[in-house]
């Protein structure tokens, strides 16, 4: 039985004092809640503050990017093992926003994904379609690149420590969700990608999120699909009381 997943994607939002606020509105809610593995993910200037805030309770901190090296001449990067040090247990790896403005490719997921298994972290490897991509009807096509690409070289084991997000790219950000039929389809077919590149068995165990535009009024629909086990939460993770919803709508 696969446990559902919920993280926030704050991205480059949240001061000291605003990550403060919301992660105490969290906490009072959510600080000893295990039905749901529960995510925040801050952007790097507050890991720390937030790392200490959720010390102790069941909610488990996750960063937005890292790099593959572990240390070096890589100004403005930070490592697997900085993370660690913060107490990350999470890492959201090639997020579209990431691929979009950093030129992030697969092969540089990959790398991320590899780095971050190495040094105990969880990846959330994020794969998703463009709307150009969906209306020439290359999903399958492009999630197959994705998934492999990212995937390449990873143990049963490693891969069963990761989490895949499919993320439409047309629903980031922009109030158009997939439908929960859409998503299914999609989740199901990288399910049985992973079944062929690996086993049904282990196939079967790997959690794979969606992502795009989830908010209190949709999620319990999409939560609800048979291969859709939990959300990466961008905007209405910013807010205490839908992502508090967004997560209660995965029990
Ligand atoms: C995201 O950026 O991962 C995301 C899903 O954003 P939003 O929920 O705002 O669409």
Same mark, same amino acid.
């Given at each position: ?94 997020h579209s926003e990431?691929r ?28 998703? $379609?463009?709307?150009? @991509?969906?209306? %020439? #009807?290359? *999903? ?6 994705? +998934? =492999?690409?990212?995937? /390449? ?16 790219v ?25 079944? $062929?590149?690996?086993? @049904?068995?282990? %196939? #079967?165990? *790997? ?6 535009? +989830? =908010?209190?009024?949709? /999620? ?32």
């Amino acid at each position: 039985m696969r446990k559902k997943i919920v993280a926030g994607n704050w991205k480059m939002n949240m001061t000291s004092d605003e990550a403060t606020n919301l992660v105490n509105a969290l906490k009072a809610d959510l600080g000893n809640f295990r039905e749901v593995e529960v995510v925040v993910c801050p952007p790097f200037t507050v890991l720390g503050v937030v790392s200490d805030l959720v010390h102790g309770t069941h909610i488990d901190l996750g960063a937005q990017n890292m790099h593959w090296e572990k240390s070096g001449a890589y100004t403005g990067e930070i490592s697997a093992g900085m993370l660690r040090e913060l107490y990350c247990h999470y890492v959201i790896l090639g997020h579209s926003e990431r691929r979009q403005y950093f030129g992030e490719t697969d092969e540089i997921v990959n790398r991320k994904t590899r780095a971050a298994l190495a040094a105990s972290l969880h990846p959330i490897v994020c794969v998703g $379609e463009t709307l150009a @991509e969906r209306e %020439a #009807g290359q *999903v399958d096509a492009v999630i197959t690149r994705q +998934v =492999k690409g990212a995937l /390449a070289g990873l143990s049963a084991k490693e891969l069963l420590d990761s989490v895949i997000a499919y993320e439409p790219v047309w629903a980031i950000g922009t109030g158009k969700t997939a439908s929960s039929e859409q998503a299914q389809e999609v989740h199901a077919l990288i399910r049985k990608l992973l079944a $062929e590149m690996y086993d @049904e068995t282990v %196939a #079967g165990g *790997v959690r794979i999120q969606y992502g795009g535009s +989830v =908010k209190p009024g949709n /999620a319990k629909e999409l939560f609800g699909m048979p291969d859709i086990d939990g959300g990466l939460i961008g905007g209405a993770a910013l807010d205490a009381k839908s992502f508090i919803d967004i997560v209660r709508a995965a029990v």
